[in-house]
C-alpha cells in the first residue's frame, strides 16, 4: 500500500474514533449548518452530526479509488496518479478539517466557521488546480466537454489554462479570512467564472484546431 493511501486510511480511521470517543459527551443535537454571516442555521441527530462527515469520507474515498479502475482510458489516469492520490488525500484531509471544527463548535467553542472555512477552500482548489493541470484525457477527471474528449490536444491546452485559474481561484478564496460575510462570493463566483471561461475556451482551441486539419 502507497504511503498516501495509508495516510489517506488513517485519517478516515481517526475521524471516526474522534466521534466514538466524544461521543458521549454531546448534546443530542448537533449544530451541523451555518448562514453567510457564521450564524447556526441547522441541526442534526448526534449520531448523523458525529458521523456523517465519516461516512461521507469513505464513501468519497471508495468512489475516488474505483476511478481508475473503470475509466475506459485508465492507462491515462495512470500518466498522473501521483497527483490523483495527492487529490484524494487532500479531499479527505478537507472533510477530516470540517469535522475537527464540528466537534470543537459543538464541544463549547465558538468561533466564525467561515472564516475559517477559508485556507481549506484555498488548499483544495490549489490541488485541484495542479490535478487538472497535470491529468491527462479520461471519463472522469478533469473538464471534460465534447471538445476536450475529442482531442489530446484541447485537452491539454484546455487543463494547462483551466489549473492555473482553478488556482487563482484558491487563492482568491484566501479572502473570506479578512471578509468573511463575503466568503461564499469570494469561492463560487471565481470557480464557476473561470470553469465557464475554461468551457468556452475549449471550444475556441477545438474549432482552431478542426480549421488547421
Known amino acids: 500500500m502507497k504511503k ?15 466521534s ?3 461521543y458521549p459527551m454531546m448534546p443530542a443535537k448537533l449544530a451541523s449548518h451555518w448562514d453567510i454571516n457564521g450564524n447556526v442555521n441547522g441541526y442534526m441527530s448526534k449520531f448523523w452530526g458525529l458521523f456523517f462527515t465519516p461516512i461521507l469520507s469513505i464513501i468519497l474515498f471508495a ?12 492507462k491515462n489516469i495512470a500518466k498522473f496518479k501521483k497527483q ?18 464540528l466537534l470543537f463548535w459543538n464541544f463549547g467553542f ?12 484555498a488548499i483544495l482548489f490549489y490541488y485541484m488546480g495542479n490535478l487538472i493541470s497535470k491529468s491527462k484525457r479520461n471519463w472522469f477527471i478533469g473538464i471534460r466537454t465534447p471538445w476536450t474528449l475529442s482531442s489530446d490536444y484541447v485537452w491539454k491546452k484546455t487543463h494547462e489554462l483551466g489549473g492555473k485559474l482553478i488556482k487563482v481561484a484558491g487563492i482568491i478564496s484566501l479572502a473570506g ?22 468551457v468556452i475556451y475549449s471550444y475556441i482551441i477545438y474549432s482552431k484546431e478542426k480549421k488547421r486539419r
Not at 498516501?4 to 474522534?18: D, E, G
Not at 478537507?94 to 471544527?101: A, M
Not at 465558538?110 to 477552500?121: C, E
Open 4 to 18: 498516501i493511501t495509508a495516510a489517506t486510511i488513517a485519517i478516515i480511521l481517526l475521524s471516526f474514533a474522534m
Open 20 to 22: 466514538i470517543y466524544i
Open 63 to 74: 468512489v475516488f479509488t474505483a476511478i481508475p479502475l473503470i475509466d475506459p482510458l485508465k
Open 84 to 101: 490523483y492520490d495527492t487529490f484524494i488525500f487532500i479531499i479527505i484531509l478537507f472533510i477530516f478539517y470540517i469535522h475537527v471544527l
Open 110 to 121: 465558538k468561533f466564525n466557521m467561515i472564516q475559517l472555512m477559508s485556507p481549506a477552500f
Open 177 to 198: 479570512i479578512f471578509l468573511p460575510q463575503y466568503e461564499i462570493l469570494f469561492i463560487i463566483i471565481p470557480i464557476i467564472t473561470f470553469m465557464l471561461f475554461s
